[in-house]
C-alpha cells in the first residue's frame, strides 16, 4: 500500500499541476498572456473560481488535515472530467504554438522538480504545486521577452537590409483588416505586394512574419498595427519604420483598456512617429496635427454617399473635383477605408484610372458584411465586425430587406454601455429577431429589445438547432460579432 501511494501521489500531484496549468495557459492565449487581464478582467470570473481558486484550495485544505484522499478523488471524478467538458464546449480552443510548449515543458520541470526534491527529502507531502506554477509563469515571461527582443532585432535588420522595400503602416479603431485588404488589391496591379496575413498586428507576430515569410521579392509590405495599451504600436513602428502611414477612423472601440478617447487617440497616433516617414494620411478623429507630411482625411471628402444589399456609391472629393466611386462591397462604412486607399495608392504612383477600375472589382472581406446566399435564405456573415459604427451600418443595409430580419449578435465587445444600448434600440426598430449570444451584454440588450422580439442563446452549439427552428424561408440572417466563448 505505502509503495503505490509513493508512486500515486507523485504522479497525480504533476497531474494536477498540468490540469492547472493547462486551464492557466488558455486562458491566458485569449488574454494576449496578460495575467492582470485573466485576473481582472475576465468576463467569466467563476470559471477562475471553479477551475483554478476551489481545486487549489481544497488541495491544501484537505491534505493540510491528512485527509488529501479525498483531495483525489475530487480530482480524478470531479475536476478532471468538469475541466474536459469545459473544454469541449470552448468554440476558441489552445492553439499549440511554440510558447505554449516551452510552457508545459517548463511546467513538467518545475514540477518534476519539486517531486524529487521531496523524494529525496524523504517526505510524504508536497506543496509546491503552487510555487511550480507562479515559477513557470514567471520564467516562461522572462524567456518570451528575451525571444520577443532577439526576434524583433531581426526582423528590424531584415527591413533595413531592404532598401528598396516600402513599408506602410496602418491602423485604426476598427476597419484595419478591411483597409488592408483594400489597399493591397488596389496595389498589386502595379507592385508585387504582400501584407501581414489575417489578424496578425502585434509586435511579435509581425516580427514573426517578417522572419519568415515576407518574399524577398516584395516591393511593398503592408503591415497592420493594433494597440491594446498606449506604446503598443510605438513599438512596432521602431521596427519596422515606415515611409508611409494610414490611420484610419478613430473610436471607443477597447476604451476598457483605454479608458478615454484621448489615450486611444494618442495610442493611435503613434503611427505617426518613424524615422523614414514621407507621407501620412489620417482620419480626422484621430486629432492629429497637419504639416508637410500628414494629410488629413475629413468626412466632408465623402458625398453622395449610397449604400444597399447590391454595393456602394459616392464621389470622393479630391481639391475642386469629384471622383465618382462605386463597388461592390457592401456597407457605406467601408466609403472610407475604400477611400483612404485610393488616395494611398495614388501617392505610391498607381494611375487613378487603374484605381477606381480595381475599386469597382474589390468584394467584401471575409466574415465582414459578405453576403452568402441560399436558395431559401439571405446570409450577411459580419461576425468580425465588432464596433458601433460598423454594425449600425451593417443594420442599415439590413433595413432595406422586404423579407423577415434576423440578427445573430452578442452585441458589442471591448466597448462602454452607451454603444450596446444605441445598438440594441437599432435592433429593436429594425429586426423581427434578436437571438442573444453571450453573457456580456446579454442582460442590457434584453433590457431595449422587445419581449416577443428576442431570444437568449445559452449555447452556441445549439444555436444551428435555434436558427433552423426559429427562420424560414425568405428571411434575412445578420451575424453581427461573434464574441467567443469567454464573453
Avoid at 519539486?114 to 523524494?119: N, P, Q, V
Avoid at 435555434?466 to 424560414?472: A, D, G, P
Amino acid at each position: 500500500m505505502q509503495t503505490f501511494a509513493s508512486i500515486f501521489e507523485p504522479i497525480s500531484r504533476i497531474l494536477f499541476a498540468l490540469a492547472l496549468g493547462w486551464y492557466l495557459i488558455i486562458n491566458l492565449q485569449w488574454f494576449s498572456y496578460r495575467f492582470d487581464r485573466l485576473i481582472l478582467r475576465h468576463t467569466k470570473p467563476i470559471w477562475n473560481v471553479v477551475y483554478l481558486v476551489l481545486p487549489i484550495a481544497l488541495f491544501y485544505g484537505l491534505n493540510a488535515y491528512e485527509t488529501g484522499v479525498y483531495f483525489w478523488i475530487f480530482f480524478y471524478f470531479a475536476y478532471l472530467p468538469a475541466l474536459f467538458l469545459w473544454y469541449r464546449k470552448l468554440d476558441k480552443k489552445l492553439v499549440v504554438t511554440a510558447r505554449v510548449k516551452r510552457y508545459f515543458a517548463l511546467l513538467i520541470f518545475a514540477a518534476s522538480l519539486f517531486e524529487a526534491t521531496l523524494f529525496m527529502r524523504g517526505e510524504s507531502f508536497s506543496g509546491g504545486i503552487l510555487t511550480a506554477l507562479v515559477l513557470t509563469l514567471f520564467c516562461s515571461q522572462l524567456l518570451e521577452n528575451f525571444l520577443r527582443s532577439r526576434f524583433k532585432k531581426l526582423a528590424s535588420r531584415k527591413l533595413l537590409s531592404r532598401k528598396d522595400l516600402i513599408v506602410i503602416a496602418l491602423t485604426a479603431s476598427y476597419g484595419k483588416t478591411s483597409l488592408k485588404h483594400f489597399l493591397y488589391n488596389l496595389l498589386k496591379s502595379r507592385y508585387k505586394v504582400y501584407a501581414t496575413p489575417g489578424n496578425v498586428n502585434t509586435d511579435l507576430g509581425i516580427a514573426k512574419d517578417i522572419n519568415e515569410n515576407l518574399p524577398d521579392d516584395a516591393q511593398i509590405y503592408i503591415v497592420e498595427a493594433g494597440a491594446r495599451e498606449t506604446g503598443d504600436i510605438l513599438t512596432i513602428m521602431k521596427m519596422i519604420e515606415p515611409r508611409y502611414s494610414i490611420i484610419g477612423k478613430v473610436g471607443k472601440q477597447h476604451i476598457e483598456y483605454f479608458k478615454s478617447e484621448e489615450n486611444i487617440q494618442k495610442a493611435k497616433k503613434e503611427a505617426l512617429f518613424s524615422p523614414r516617414m514621407i507621407r501620412a494620411l489620417v482620419h480626422q478623429s484621430a486629432n492629429a496635427a497637419p504639416n508637410e507630411k500628414i494629410v488629413i482625411f475629413k468626412d466632408s471628402q465623402i458625398e453622395n454617399l449610397k449604400s444597399d444589399l447590391e454595393g456602394t456609391r459616392w464621389d470622393l472629393i479630391l481639391g475642386d473635383r469629384k471622383v465618382h466611386l462605386q463597388t461592390p462591397v457592401l456597407g457605406g462604412f467601408n466609403s472610407l477605408n475604400i477611400s483612404l486607399a485610393f488616395l494611398a495608392a495614388k501617392e505610391l504612383g498607381v494611375s487613378e484610372e487603374a484605381i477606381v477600375k480595381e475599386i469597382g472589382k474589390l468584394a467584401n472581406f471575409e466574415h465582414r458584411l459578405q453576403p452568402i446566399k441560399t436558395a431559401y435564405k439571405f446570409i450577411l456573415d459580419d461576425s468580425y465586425n465588432g464596433n458601433l459604427e460598423g454594425m449600425l451600418g451593417a443594420i442599415d443595409l439590413c433595413a432595406s430587406w422586404k423579407g423577415r430580419k434576423v440578427i445573430v449578435t452578442p452585441g458589442i465587445v471591448e466597448s462602454d454601455e452607451e454603444s450596446n444600448i444605441a445598438l440594441a434600440e437599432k435592433i429593436n426598430d429594425v429586426f423581427d429577431l434578436a437571438l442573444i449570444t453571450g453573457a456580456l451584454n446579454a442582460d442590457l440588450l434584453c433590457s431595449r429589445i422587445d419581449r416577443d422580439k428576442r431570444k437568449r442563446v445559452f449555447d452556441k452549439r445549439g444555436l444551428e438547432a435555434i436558427l433552423q427552428n426559429e427562420t424560414r424561408s425568405g428571411d434575412l440572417i445578420l451575424f453581427a460579432n461573434d464574441a467567443p466563448s469567454y464573453v
